[in-house]
Nanobody, 121 residues
Framework: QVQLVESGGGLVQAGGSLRLSCVASGSIVSIKSMGWYRQAPGEQRELVAA???????NYGDSVKGRFAISTDNAKNTVYLQMNNLKPEDTAVYYCSAAVLVRGLVRTYTYWGQGTQVTVSS
């Protein structure tokens, strides 16, 4: 019903920048929120950043001041600008969206397949 496709991951040196993108498509009536999570090997998935439909944002403590989340609502797209990357930012980054789907009465959360971000020291 809803597909999320991430792009923009890759290998970067410490101190560098990357920009992730995630496009939502399918039977979308509205998107309540979109966000980015990450999971490093052996670790639990954690919140990186999230944004609601009214523009409210929330960031994980470790990325505050370095990462910025933004959206293009007309394109159902969320971006994550990552600056001053550190080796500890290395993880698979997942896009998530809370979506009201056509024909259903409440929102459901969907996930992308993930994109690898590797930061070398």
């Amino acid at each position: 019903q809803v597909q999320l496709v991430e792009s923009g991951g890759g290998l970067v040196q410490a101190g560098g920048s990357l920009r992730l993108s995630c496009v939502a498509s399918g039977s979308i009536v509205s998107i309540k929120s979109m966000g980015w999570y990450r999971q490093a090997p052996g670790e639990q998935r954690e919140l990186v950043a999230a944004v609601t439909s009214d523009g409210s944002t929330n960031y994980g403590d470790s990325v505050k001041g370095r990462f910025a989340i933004s959206t293009d609502n007309a394109k159902n797209t969320v971006y994550l600008q990552m600056n001053n990357l550190k080796p500890e930012d290395t993880a698979v980054y997942y896009c998530s969206a809370a979506v009201l789907v056509r024909g259903l009465v409440r929102t459901y959360t969907y996930w992308g397949q993930g994109t690898q971000v590797t930061v070398s020291s």
